[in-house]
């Protein structure tokens, strides 16, 4: 059997995040998904207020990349962003803008859950 190759050193297997999850309630955020000016003054005062929501290279701009939308729940379109910078290999940086009412991989809202998660912080 070979020997195992071992390391004291961390090393970061995870891909990071491309999500950025904002702040907003649904009826607020049906109102503003479908007008791009609104959406966007939203994003840029999020971004003005709580810079640690996005990611560090934002601060070059970002353009509106498209909308997508879930098998799961397709009353929910999600905005994609492309930052104006490309990453450290030189590829375009998209990141999916989610609002706070959904749980992560679009399995529900986080009204439904809500009770849920509070009785198994109970036990």
């Not at 961390?10 to 995040?17: E, F, M, N, R, V």
């Not at 939308?69 to 397709?74: A, G, L, Q």
């Amino acid at each position: 059997m070979p020997q195992r190759n071992c390391s004291k050193e961390k090393q970061l297997i995870a891909k990071t995040s491309r999500r950025v999850i904002l702040p907003l309630n649904q009826e607020i955020y049906n109102r503003m998904i479908d007008t791009h000016q609104t959406y966007r003054e939203y994003v840029d005062t999020m971004l003005t207020e709580c810079p640690e929501l996005f990611p560090s290279d934002i601060q070059a701009g970002y353009t509106w990349h498209d909308i997508l939308s879930s098998k799961k729940m397709p009353e929910v379109p999600l905005r994609r962003i492309k930052l104006k910078q490309p990453d450290a290999n030189g590829k375009d940086q998209v990141f999916t803008i989610a609002p706070s009412f959904m749980m992560p991989y679009m399995t529900g809202y986080t009204d439904e859950v809500e009770m849920a998660l509070l009785s198994v912080n109970r036990v």
